[in-house]
């Protein structure tokens, strides 16, 4: 079945699931640039068209790919990228990340972003993190400054409150807020789901199948020396054999369900998207085509009231928090 359009907001239709192109740079370990251009191709060929990006992914790697994804298919594709974090999202250290939202890199960031992708405009620019050192009106402010310019269509945030998001769509309308959600990662719906909803923002899920966790394929004999996952107590020793006992009680779902654990946790997301009242547009990433064809079958998956009350349970048993540093997401600012 083809797949259906959302609108995420007045103005940017996208197709209903996303495509997270993290996974095109080297968060994960090495990668085959040709491989991940041609799992683009696919995804763009099965109509999941809403592509994600980063400057910092893998230091402009992942935007210069999907450049060329877009110089031969720019009018099927809905871009988004973003900027906010400096250093590079590729390898395991993270001693040169910091936060910069200062206006004047606002502007800076979007003309560099934009020659990578070689576009003159993106349909989504996402402010990567909120810097606590620059109200959020500032940069927000400088945002509606490039929209004017006609270098951006829609101003997203990523992992801000739901109180900075108030804020923020107070300078200019947010058009969508980017965080982890998924089975296992429910804290947003404490405050930043709710805010979304009541002022009409988009909800974009990252991190949807929890890096790899909740899906058929993952092994953690897989996770080499560069891969990102490293930092995130989930995946510490300690803590896997508990949160691989949750993920088979997704898989559980699946079997009753005829469908894989990475459908079931994206379908699950679809139904809460639903009961909240908000357009929501997970953002599933990988390196390999038939993953993408995988993910884009949960569109045709229907949990029943039963079985998704039994997947709501899970992520009170879940070993480790989200993020290796808290005050990074939403959750360590909203205790």
């Known amino acids: 079945m083809p797949v259906r359009t959302v609108e995420l907001a007045p103005g940017l239709t996208v ?11 080297p968060a994960y370990g090495p990668v085959d640039l040709d491989e991940a251009l041609a ?28 450049g060329k994804l877009l110089a031969e298919r720019g009018d099927e594709v809905q871009v988004a990228t973003k900027f906010g974090l400096t250093g590079s999202i590729g390898t395991t250290g993270t001693a040169n990340r910091r936060i910069n939202g200062r206006p004047e890199y606002a502007k ?14 993106v ?14 009106e500032d940069t927000v402010g400088a945002l509606a400054e490039l929209v004017q310019a006609g270098k951006i269509r829609h101003i997203g945030l990523s992992e801000a409150t739901g109180e900075e998001l108030r804020r923020a769509h107070a300078v200019h309308p947010i058009a969508a807020i980017q965080s982890e959600w998924s089975i296992v990662s429910r804290d947003v719906e404490r405050h930043v789901v709710p805010t979304a909803a009541e002022l009409g923002i988009g909800f974009v899920p990252y991190s949807p199948v929890s890096r790899g966790l909740l899906t058929d394929a993952f092994d953690p004999a897989q996770i080499g020396e560069q891969d990102l996952r490293r930092r995130f107590p989930r995946f510490a020793a300690d803590a896997l ?4 006992s949750v993920r088979e009680e997704v898989r559980a779902v699946g079997q009753e369900a005829g469908a894989t654990i990475a459908q079931v946790a994206l379908a699950w997301l679809d139904a809460k998207g639903r009961e909240y009242g908000l357009p929501s547009v997970s953002i599933p990433g990988t390196r390999y085509a038939d993953r993408v064809t995988e993910n884009a079958g949960a569109l045709d998956v ?17 070993a480790g928090p989200r993020a290796a540093d808290p005050q990074w997401v939403s959750l360590g600012r909203e205790q």
Request: hydrophobic share 40%; aromatic share 6%; net charge negative.
């Open 241 to 244: 054999p508990t949160n691989l």
């Open 108 to 121: 800076q960031a979007i003309d560099e972003s934009l020659a990578r992708l070689g576009v003159d405009h």
């Open 39 to 66: 799992t683009l191709h696919h995804a763009v060929d099965l109509g999941v068209t809403f592509i994600d990006t980063a400057n910092v992914y893998g230091d402009g790697v992942s935007e210069q790919v999907v």
């Open 123 to 136: 349909d989504l620019y996402y402010l990567h993190r909120v810097d606590p050192e620059v109200p959020v």
């Open 302 to 318: 229907t949990l029943t009231d039963e079985q998704i009350a039994r997947l709501d349970r899970l992520a009170d048993r879940i």
């Open 15 to 25: 197709s209903a699931q996303g495509y997270g192109a993290m996974s095109v740079g």
